[in-house]
């Protein structure tokens, strides 16, 4: 089956660093990928929608300066938590619709505790 | 945004049991989906119902649709203690290229 891959399973970093989270498409193409938030005990919120060779849509309340996307290859979409603070720790979970069928398979997620 | 609204937010059953769980949305949809996610982990897709769809099966699961009353049920059977995770109802506004948008989910919790 179709696998989508995150990297890092888990990362912590200091308050004022900035950390990058990768979602990978293993074995399929895919022109869009999603981007969610999950505080504990909460649901996936939607950060954004990552769009290949092009920009990001975000969502209301997400500051695009804070949460850089980058979507370069039809395989790979990359988040960038940039100036970490402690509020931002949470899990981080992508998401990709195959192209050519327009499934949509979601990765294992990235834990990040900034301290 | 958050589509809707699932209850019980927590359900805390024998197991053996049946467990049921309603989620309600707000707009129209294409499909509705379910997903189950362990502590900590992932998401598993469970199934999937279209909108022109009343009632699904798949194994010890049962999912209906009512489009109406804009909500749907996810009945699990039998259940057993590897039951016990939170589920998420999804909905997807069309079949394009939109996103999930996902309810507040359920924690089940099946005592052995």
């Known amino acids: 089956g179709a696998v989508v891959s995150q990297h890092p399973s888990r990362v912590i970093c200091k308050s004022g660093t900035s950390v990058k989270i990768e979602c990978r498409s293993l074995?399929?193409?895919?022109?869009?990928m999603f981007w969610y938030r999950q505080f504990p005990k909460q649901s996936l919120m939607l950060m954004a929608t990552?769009?290949?060779?092009?920009?990001?849509?975000?969502e209301q309340g997400v500051e695009k300066d804070k949460f850089l996307i980058n979507h370069a290859s039809l395989t790979l979409s990359t988040l960038t938590v940039t100036s970490a603070h402690p509020e931002d720790s949470s899990f981080y979970i992508c998401?990709?619709?195959?192209?050519?069928?327009?499934?949509?398979?979601f990765g294992e997620g990235s834990r990040l505790t900034v301290l | 945004s958050q589509q809707g609204e699932e209850d019980p937010q927590a359900l805390s059953i024998q197991e053996g049991e049946n467990a049921t769980m309603n989620c309600s949305y707000k707009?129209?949809?294409?499909?509705l989906q379910w997903y189950r996610q362990n502590s900590g982990r992932g998401l598993v897709h469970l199934i999937l119902i279209r909108s022109n769809e009343r009632e699904k099966h798949s194994g010890r699961l049962r999912v209906t649709l009512d489009t109406s009353k804009k909500s749907s049920s996810l009945l699990i059977t039998a259940s057993r203690a590897a039951d016990t995770a939170s589920y998420f109802c999804a909905t997807a506004r069309n079949s394009g290229n939109t996103p999930l948008v996902f309810g507040k989910g359920t924690r089940l919790s099946v005592i052995a």
């Open positions: 998401s990709a619709r195959r192209s050519n069928t327009g499934e949509l398979f």
């Open positions: 074995d399929f193409q895919a022109t869009t």
């Open positions: 707009t129209s949809i294409n499909n």
């Open positions: 990552s769009n290949e060779g092009s920009k990001a849509t975000y």
